[in-house]
């Protein structure tokens, strides 16, 4: 397949090119001017990448936009991993890159004549609110109430796929979990999701002796609260079967999540313990204390509803498309996350 992938020096995408360029697909790679160095530098090692200039943020999304056709015309499948993802993003930024730069990509797909597939990089917090069973069919209005502009934008952007993908092209998405760092390695380039929690731990540590006093740590975590993690290597095997084996239906979407989703508090609890801490965590509920405990703690006030969901997010659609997918082991991965993560950059 031709695929163009967009996104595709990003933490995942980077891994994505890889792995669809090592499985021998031809591999065409928009990327903005500004980083056109960076990516030719992350991929010197692979031949025939064809690197195109663009931005999701231009209308006509090349920066050439004589090319356009000519590419609309090669490619039979395309990629869209990119966004702004950052939990307190402000609403302008995340609606210009996530809403108004995938209204840009579809825009560019209705000129793609020779387009088969489009995938579109989703996430499982488009239904931030809902409580229970959420099925892979579910997207909650785009009225709703969301505790962050990313969820808020990302929800508002599945809207505009799901309704204006064209309906002679198979769509696609790929709606993953927190992702973490490769299972196999720990290797990571960015510390958001509960890295933001490690590098607390970290910081607590330094405290020396004072830190031993420190004993519980009350945290907005409740009983039945659940951490969809995905170390990024399982979610690009999972991604990259989903793109090679497309299943040929006008519209599909798979909630990327592990089988049996840990729980938010013995996740973090045993981060800690692998981090040599003495910590405690103890379940509270929110109160207004928790904004200037958070700022302390450098954790982004977002975090809140990512430690509190308690969603189960239904893998009907995925278990029946791929039954074979291989499962992370959180008891294998999270030693190397930690190792990995203390090490430093
Ligand atoms: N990471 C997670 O935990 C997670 C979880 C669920 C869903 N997702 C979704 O998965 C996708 C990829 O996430 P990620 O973690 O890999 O993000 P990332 O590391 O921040 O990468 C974002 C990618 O988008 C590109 N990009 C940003 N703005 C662009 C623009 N205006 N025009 C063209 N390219 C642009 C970036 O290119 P530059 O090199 O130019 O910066 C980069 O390649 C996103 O859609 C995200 O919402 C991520």
């Known amino acids: 397949m031709n695929i163009l992938i967009i996104g595709g020096t990003g933490f995942i995408g980077q891994r994505l090119l890889r792995k669809l ?15 056109l160095e960076k990516a030719k530098s992350l991929f010197k090692d692979l031949s025939d990448i064809t690197y195109i200039r663009g931005d999701i943020q231009n209308t006509d999304l090349l ?44 825009k560019f797909i209705s000129r793609c004549k020779g387009l088969k597939y489009f995938h579109y990089f989703s996430t499982y917090a488009v239904n931030q609110v809902l409580k229970g069973k959420v099925y892979e069919s579910d997207l909650i209005s785009e009225s709703s109430l ?62 020396g002796k ?22 990024v290597d399982t979610l690009v095997e999972w991604s990259s079967l989903i793109i090679q084996h497309p299943k040929e239906r006008a519209l599909s979407c798979y909630h990327l999540v592990p089988q049996k989703v840990i729980k938010t508090k013995e996740f973090l609890q045993s981060s800690i313990e692998l981090m040599n801490s003495p910590l405690q965590i103890i379940s509270s509920p929110i109160t207004g204390f928790f904004s200037p405990l958070f700022k302390v703690l450098q954790l982004p006030e977002q975090l809140v509803f990512y430690m509190r969901q308690e969603a189960i997010l239904d893998r009907g659609q995925l278990n029946q498309d791929y039954p074979d997918l291989k499962e992370p082991d959180y008891n294998k991965y999270l030693p190397i996350l930690i190792e990995e993560f203390e090490k430093g950059y």
């Open 210 to 231: 004072l830190s031993e006093k420190l004993k519980y740590l009350p945290l907005p975590v409740q009983k039945n609260s659940l951490m969809p993690v995905i170390p």
């Open 146 to 207: 969301f505790y962050d502009e990313y969820a808020k934008s990302k929800n508002h952007a599945e809207h505009l796929v799901r309704k204006l993908s064209p309906k002679s092209i198979h769509t696609i998405i790929h709606r993953p979990g927190i992702v973490v760092g490769d299972s196999r390695t720990g290797q990571r380039e960015k510390e958001n999701g509960p890295y933001y929690f490690f590098n607390f731990i970290k910081q607590t540590k330094k405290l």
């Open 63 to 106: 920066t050439d936009v004589s090319q356009a056709d000519t590419i609309g015309e090669q490619i039979d499948c395309l990629v869209h991993l990119a966004a702004v993802y950052e939990l307190n993003v402000s609403p302008t930024e995340a609606h210009l890159q996530n809403v108004i730069g995938t209204q840009n990509v579809l």
């Open 21 to 35: 360029h090592q499985q021998g697909e031809k591999i065409f790679l928009l990327s903005r001017p500004s980083s």
